[in-house]
């Protein structure tokens, strides 16, 4: 399987706090894509990083790729009680035809 | 309003009885798939559609068929469920080519008795 995963698996952390989760694949990318689930519901993209890109910024979210170490970190800054949700990473296959998700991060944020 | 529909979205079934999950999306998009999400696997890729009457299998495509006969809907077929696919359903769209985020619909939770 060429499925990524994630770390940790839950993250619980205080309202304004940062959240930071990681993610390690396992082939050569493109891009790699954060996608965030809230309980039982369908994912929402959040950001997307290509593979010549080493750093990126969405609003509160950051998002690492160092592809030398096939690993990608999302950072949410002063996180929100909003922000609870499962957070998984998403790459796809070289044509573009398939997607490989991660096992996902759940962040739980305390008001 | 730009989305992806599923129905439907919670369905007990038995062990054998044919059954069709339905996908609509109203983008245009040429790409279509379907993910199963089960507790600590994350999502995984059943099958995936580049374009009209063009179908692919993803990496857990064993018990599933779908067909594409129209642009906007991609339906998931269960020819004879077993309990084993009891799970989470996810469709998904996007447009075709690389780097372009998916639309993901509400989910199909899906119970086989």
């Known amino acids: 399987s060429q499925q990524g995963e994630e770390d940790p698996q839950a993250l619980s952390i205080q309202e304004g706090e940062n959240a930071t989760m990681n993610c390690s694949y396992k082939t050569s990318i493109n891009n790699l894509q954060w996608y965030r689930q809230n309980s039982g519901r369908g994912l929402v993209h959040l950001i997307l990083?290509?593979?010549?890109?080493r750093e990126k910024h969405s609003g509160r979210l950051r998002v690492t790729l160092d592809t030398s170490k096939k690993s990608s970190s999302l950072l949410i800054t002063a996180s929100r009680a909003a922000d609870t949700a499962s957070y998984f990473c998403a790459t796809e296959s070289n044509t573009g035809n398939q997607f490989y998700f991660g096992t996902g991060t759940s962040l739980t944020v305390i008001p | 309003e730009a989305q992806v529909t599923q129905n439907p979205r919670y369905l007990i079934t038995v062990t054998g009885k044919k059954l069709t999950v339905t996908c609509s999306q109203n983008m245009n998009h040429e790409y279509m798939s379907w993910y199963r999400q089960d507790p600590g696997l994350g999502l995984r890729q059943i099958y995936y559609s580049m374009n009209v009457e063009v179908t692919d299998k993803g990496d857990v495509p064993e018990g599933y068929k779908v067909s594409r006969k129209e642009k906007r809907n991609f339906p998931l077929i269960l020819e004879s469920p077993s309990p084993n696919q009891t799970s989470l359903y996810f469709c998904?769209?996007?447009?075709?080519?690389?780097?372009?985020?998916?639309?993901f619909g509400p989910g199909t939770r899906l119970t086989v008795t």
């Open positions: 990083i290509r593979s010549n890109e």
């Open positions: 998904a769209s996007s447009p075709p080519g690389q780097a372009y985020e998916q639309y």
